[in-house]
């Protein structure tokens, strides 16, 4: 059932980007953050989903940074995270989807209150563990509750289409890899979006693909995600594709021309409605 599921997933995918709603999980949180991550709030978030200071059991997942995950890794992600105030500390990588596929390999997702996946390149997230039973216990995990986090390619797996999953460089936006995790569905997730003087790159994204929703998130800066609502953590800006802009003439929100290129700006304290795509009402603005 659930292979069947998943591969229906990916199968529906082309026809899914077309009218559907914007969703996130029905239980447990996200945290999305767009790379450079070094905000101790952020940081004191997760551990606080994953069940709190002190009791936390973190799960965390280097695969998308494609380097050997030596012993000499293993404990400093371990120190790394027990110094933000976890409890336990689990390391888990593979590149062999058939060993992602097995219950010995994904059963201490089962023990972990929170995953945790590191940056790099997003498509060997999806080559490692796309359809595997990691994929299902992530799923779980949230189902219970849990709390998957994740920075830079750790960010952008978590939305149904995959932003520069593409294998020949992280310039291309659109590439041999566009299914991700879909924690989060009908959406593509770009990060480092100012630094690195990307915030028009998803309008080539939403060129092929209207429907879905575009959100690009700045270094030091993530989304909390909590049902279809997200909001604002972190020091710098979230920038939300939904075919609208904020008129600071008129006061209000106004659809976007044909070809205008205008998006929101959202900082620390905005929240934001995936589903109804409007900023929620008593945000800052």
């Not at 999305?32 to 991550?37: D, H, K, P, R, Y």
């Not at 992602?100 to 059963?107: I, L, M, Y």
């Not at 989060?184 to 003087?197: G, P, Y």
Request: glycine share 12%; net charge negative.
């Amino acid at each position: 059932m659930r292979k069947l599921t998943l591969t229906l997933f990916c199968a529906l995918f082309t026809i899914s980007l077309i009218g559907q709603t914007t969703e996130g999980p029905k239980n447990g949180h996200l945290i999305i953050a767009g790379g450079a991550l070094k905000d101790p709030s952020v940081y004191a978030k997760i551990i606080e989903l994953a069940g709190g200071k002190g009791k936390a059991h973190i799960v965390v997942i280097p695969t998308a940074g494609g380097n050997e995950v030596t012993l000499e890794v293993i404990n400093r992600l371990e120190q790394d995270w027990k110094d933000f105030g976890a409890a336990k500390v689990s390391v888990l990588h593979t590149t062999d989807p058939k060993e992602a596929d097995t219950e010995e390999f994904s059963k201490i997702i089962d023990e972990a209150g929170g995953v945790y996946f590191l940056g790099g390149r997003q498509w060997r997230l999806v080559d490692s563990y796309h359809n595997t039973k990691v994929h299902e216990k992530l799923f779980d995990l949230l189902n219970r509750g849990g709390v998957i986090a994740g920075s830079s390619a750790g960010a952008t797996i978590q939305g149904s289409y995959l932003a520069r999953g593409d294998t020949k460089g992280s310039n291309i936006m659109m590439g041999d890899h566009e299914v991700g995790l879909g924690f989060i569905s009908n959406i593509a997730i770009d990060q480092h979006t100012l630094a690195r003087n990307r915030q028009f790159d998803m309008f080539e994204i939403l060129g092929k693909y209207p429907a879905l929703l575009g959100v690009a998130i700045d270094e030091n800066t993530a989304m909390w995600v909590t049902g279809n609502e997200f909001e604002v953590i972190g020091q710098s800006y979230i920038m939300i594709y939904d075919g609208s802009h904020w008129n600071q003439t008129t006061g209000k929100y106004e659809a976007n021309a044909e070809g205008e290129e205008k998006f929101h700006v959202l900082r620390a304290g905005h929240k934001y409605d995936m589903a109804e795509r409007k900023v929620v009402r008593g945000s800052r603005q």
